[in-house]
């Protein structure tokens, strides 16, 4: 399991969104941790989550190193769904999230289930891990809820070892359809309409973002997240084409992807356009 640390001791301690109540508020909403909980909903995340795993041991497997049980952090996993599917396969999951109430739901479930999952309320931002303790740090549709988006992946460019794996999924500014907001074309507004459509939601019109009261707060280009990646010392950058690929997808779609990997400018109007970006790194050893 990877090593904690009190979080007092770990950096940096400021919260996301500027009012951490606010997120902790959200996330232990009873309607917000009623839903979490439900079985099909976990049924369901865990089969997107499975597909995810044996994509990040593919890559590892590519590397040379796939024949260990890695220690995994499932930052802003709530009940655990993501950490389930890698605990089944005997490696060493800790989920943290800002929610009490969904990470003591995570740990009943986990319990019930017989698996070794840890569990600690923790911020994005000042993750209670010490340095270099786990293989990948998994960041699944977090950044645009984290204000700070800066410091969460500072703090989780902190906790992976060297060789070791980010993968994160979140919004794409590019494309004008959304998921976050029943807004037409909410990706493009500038950010002062906004940071003014956020205040509203929280406000008096919840419907305009689904009626989450944790609405996201950062639009993300790919080539924006790549860079940022790069600068912290992330230097192979997979694609969702090179995970398929890795995990030896066949048939046409197999076909279409071997035609994207050896013309890699075909792909990026592909990146550029989809609904979501969603990258793995690797971390310079």
Known sequence: MPKTVDQTTSAPADETYGDENLGDETANRPEFVDYYTRDDVALGRQAHFSRLRDSLLAIRAMEGDADRALDVADIGGGTGDCSVVWAEKGHKPICIDIGRD???AGRTRAKA??????YEVGSATALPLASGSVDIALLPELL???????????????IVRPGGLIQLSTNNKINPRQQEFRLPFYSWYPGPIKRYCVRRTLDDRPEWANYATFPAVNWFTPGQLIKALRRRGFDQIYSRADLAAARGLGGWKGSVLA?????PILYW?????????FLVAKKQA
């Open 102 to 104: 969904l990470i003591e």
């Open 144 to 158: 645009e809820h984290v204000e700070d988006w800066q410091a969460c992946l500072d703090e989780a460019t902190r």
């Open 259 to 263: 035609v994207l990997k050896a013309a």
């Open 113 to 118: 289930l017989g698996l070794d999952i840890g």
């Open 269 to 277: 109007p592909i990146r550029s356009c989809s609904q979501s970006t």
